[in-house]
């Protein structure tokens, strides 16, 4: 079956330090693969995403590459502020799971100044 | 207009309570989602509809009654819930189907 798999929280880091938050997956077929994240007190926003492999996404900062060959798809920020600290979700979805979401448990991330 | 809008922003119910939740969208999507998230938890898919008709019920009870008024506006009517249904109410909106989905704000619901 289709899963997600995400490195376990909170993740605690210094303003300005490097991130990455690990995403592994399992799925037939060809996924597309998202990542989204959650402000405190807030709904979901789409992060980033990518469709195929070796596509990059990136917005605000993050970027994060689909790798088939490892099946992940792994979130990165060079240089992490206090406005980060969120919770984020790495998700994917196939034509077999009917387009439905396939979400990971989340990661909460939490910046100190 | 690219946001889903919801309202209430917060709700407190009693169990024998009778309330709906709204969700909007002008961005000319055809289908429609509702979730729920309980604290730290990924959402769960509730409700899918697709052009104003069902498209998927994931087996939730029938004290949730999602309606779709048409294609801009999408609503779960609420019946004796329990305190265990209290959790964020997440909707969201895509072109279609396949499409990637934007979420609306939520709607926390308290039920006593």
């Known amino acids: 079956g289709n899963s997600v798999t995400q490195m376990e929280g909170p993740v605690t880091l210094s303003e300005e330090a490097f991130l990455t938050i690990n995403c592994t997956y399992t799925?037939?077929?060809?996924?597309?693969l998202f990542w989204y994240v959650q402000y405190p007190g807030e709904g979901l926003q789409l992060l980033l995403k990518?469709?195929?492999a070796d596509d990059k996404g990136s917005n605000k900062g993050f970027e994060a590459t689909y790798r088939k060959e490892t099946t992940s798809f792994h979130l990165e920020k060079g240089s992490v502020q206090v406005s980060d600290s969120a919770v984020y979700f790495c998700?994917?979805?196939?034509?077999?799971?009917?387009?439905?979401?396939?979400w990971g448990a989340g990661t909460k991330l939490i910046i100190k100044p | 207009d690219t946001e889903v809008t919801q309202t209430p922003k917060h709700l407190v119910m009693g169990m024998t309570n009778k309330k709906s939740l709204k969700c909007e969208q002008h961005?000319?999507?055809?289908?429609m989602y509702w979730y729920k998230q309980k604290a730290k938890k990924p959402p769960e898919l509730m409700f899918v509809?697709?052009?104003?008709?069902?498209?998927i019920n994931e087996s939730v009870p029938s004290r949730f009654s999602p309606e779709c008024p048409n294609s801009s506006l999408l609503n779960l009517h609420l019946h004796a819930l329990q305190p265990e249904d209290s959790a964020l109410y997440l909707c969201?909106?895509?072109?279609?189907?396949?499409?990637?989905?934007?979420f609306g704000p939520g709607t926390r619901l308290t039920v006593l």
């Open positions: 969201a909106s895509s072109n279609r189907l396949r499409d990637e989905q934007f």
């Open positions: 961005m000319g999507h055809r289908a």
């Open positions: 509809y697709s052009y104003e008709k069902l498209s």
């Open positions: 799925a037939t077929g060809y996924p597309s």
């Open positions: 990518a469709t195929k």
């Open positions: 998700a994917l979805r196939t034509m077999d799971s009917n387009y439905q979401l396939i």
